[in-house]
């Protein structure tokens, strides 16, 4: 390997690949913060540190890292970069030496991040940097601002470059209907990151502002609202957990169908009514993030029936994954498994959100583990558990050879059990009474056992990830040939060989009237 062709590499298939490379090493990093934390709670009283600042550092890092670090760069990053081009036809994307500006400046936001590890006084503002906690505390509340927004401005570029791609560079005969799903899923991503990205920028910009400069922004004491920077932060994040979920969702529609050997059911549906109904509703319904910080009943009400509605074109998407299952003829390689374990862990998710946007019930579980269990199962894990899904199913297509099915399959029972062992007594206690964000819950002694039934859980999915990561490494080295399609895909990135050339193809493809990537019946 030619390390200096890598290093100013445009080529968007090597672009992709970077961004994939950071986002796992974004991910270990998370994964032993995860792990750290719980060793610490698995007893009452100090465990592993007897410094709370150590703990916030923690929560900071894990959170911070597997949204900003993993789970965005590698869905926008690393499946945008390699698939959509090869997806729709083209020879690269719009603005190949724009593309590689931006998983530099990834890279860049990740090394910031480890940061945080080796300067005396690191950030320990969790991922939401909330003042005032933000601006008086001793952390370098600057290295948190700078991290975000070197991470956000990478991914606004690769927006604009995959906007601009999709739109002029699709195949002949390759119209918008004729799209797979994923295509316009990230679209729809994209979209969200360009309206919202900047609302954020702006908000970590203000908090460093008033910390270093003087001002009072978010300075009751001096006219400030420290409610204001709570309303810019959730309007751009809750907009980024469709970020998350459209490209994972788009994931699973190209492992579903593939697998079901069936098209995709409703996808008109799918696409103007899920895709584009979420982009339309995802803008308003960030407040109920703030129900229990203060504010007339009315707008309570209103964000409750918005947070319900959004519930709608999430649903299509859904239906429309479950229906293209129906009559299928399905098979259980392991990226199937793991789209499947999706669907189990998103629809308990999505199910246990239900209360949480009600006024009356969020504001008893709002400060809980409910919370924290609720998120993991609907974002955290099933977007992970989808990138895992992703990579098993374009390995063949990246690196020519197969992955271990044995391995493969045993790394996702043993991670699926130890998810739901963590993640469900978490919502367990968490409506039991138990608080989160807490260091030493000696006051909650009763818990104490579920938490080291928690610690054990997350150390079997540490297992079950390891070896999911060896597998791959395993694979790419020795693993026998792929071939070109062993799929038997109808999408147009397993029409060229596997892996695919400098440009992809030796002339550009067409498609037929016919055509469509989904048209398993016309085989």
């Known amino acids: 390997m030619n390390l200096k062709e890598w290093i100013f590499t445009t080529d968007h298939k090597r672009v992709g690949v970077l961004y994939l490379i950071g986002s796992m090493a974004a991910f270990i990093v998370a994964g032993i913060m995860a792990m750290l934390m719980r060793i610490e709670l698995s007893t009452l009283g100090p465990t592993i540190t007897s410094n709370p600042s150590s703990y916030n550092v923690w929560l900071y890092a894990h959170g ?45 936001g990740i090394i910031l991040a480890l940061l945080t590890f080796f300067i005396p006084d690191p950030p320990d503002v969790m991922w939401t940097g909330y003042p005032p906690y933000s601006t008086i505390t001793a952390g370098n509340t600057a290295l948190y601002s700078f991290t975000v927004l070197i991470l956000g401005f990478a991914s606004i570029i690769g927006g604009v470059n995959f906007l601009t791609t999709i739109a002029y560079m699709r195949a002949p005969g390759l119209t918008w209907n004729k799209l797979n799903i994923f295509v316009w899923c990230t679209l729809g991503a994209f979209v969200l990151q360009l309206i919202f990205v900047p609302v954020l920028g702006t908000a970590v910009t203000l908090i460093s502002m008033d910390k270093y400069l003087g001002t009072a922004f978010f300075d009751p004491t001096r006219g400030g609202d420290v409610l204001t920077y709570q309303n810019l932060f959730w309007f751009y994040s809750h907009p980024a957990v469709y970020v998350i979920f459209l490209p994972f969702f788009g994931v699973l529609f190209e492992i579903v169908a593939t697998f079901a050997k069936n098209r995709v059911f409703n996808y008109h549906a799918v696409v103007y009514g899920g895709i584009g109904g979420i982009i339309l509703l995802s803008g308003v319904v960030w407040v109920h993030h703030l129900y229990v910080s203060g504010m007339i009943d009315w707008i309570r009400i209103g964000q409750m029936v918005t947070t319900l509605m959004i519930s709608v074109p999430v649903g299509l998407m859904l239906i429309g994954l479950v229906g ?200």
């Open 64 to 108: 911070a890292v597997m949204i900003l670090g993993f789970q965005i760069p590698a869905l926008t990053g690393f499946f945008a970069n390699y698939c959509i081009p090869l997806m729709i036809g083209a020879k690269d994307v719009a603005f190949p030496r724009v593309n590689a500006l931006s998983v530099w400046l990834f890279y860049v």
């Open 324 to 523: 293209t299952l129906y009559k299928g003829s399905i098979t259980f390689e392991t990226p199937m498994l793991y789209a499947l374990g999706v669907l189990f862990l998103f629809l308990i998710g999505g199910l246990t959100g239900i209360p949480l946007a009600l006024p009356s019930l969020t504001l008893h579980l709002s400060e809980t583990y409910y919370v924290v269990g609720h998120f993991h199962y609907v974002m955290a894990v099933a977007g992970t558990f989808s990138i895992f899904a992703g990579v098993y199913y374009w390995f063949p297509k990246i690196t020519g050879r197969m992955y271990n099915e044995f391995w493969g399959k045993l790394g996702f029972w043993i991670t699926f059990v130890g998810t739901n062992i963590v993640f469900w007594t978490m919502m367990d206690i968490g409506v039991k009474g138990m608080p989160r964000r807490y260091y030493d819950y000696s006051h909650f002694s009763q818990f104490e056992h579920a938490h080291q039934l928690m610690t054990l859980g997350a150390a079997i999915v540490g297992v079950g990830f390891a070896i999911a990561l060896v597998n791959w490494i395993v694979g790419a080295m020795k693993g026998p040939p792929a071939g070109d399609n062993p799929w038997q895909s109808m999408s147009l990135e397993w029409t060229t060989v596997s892996p695919p050339p400098h440009g992809n193809w030796p002339s550009p493809p067409s498609v037929s009237a016919e055509w469509t990537p989904y048209a398993y019946d016309r085989r």
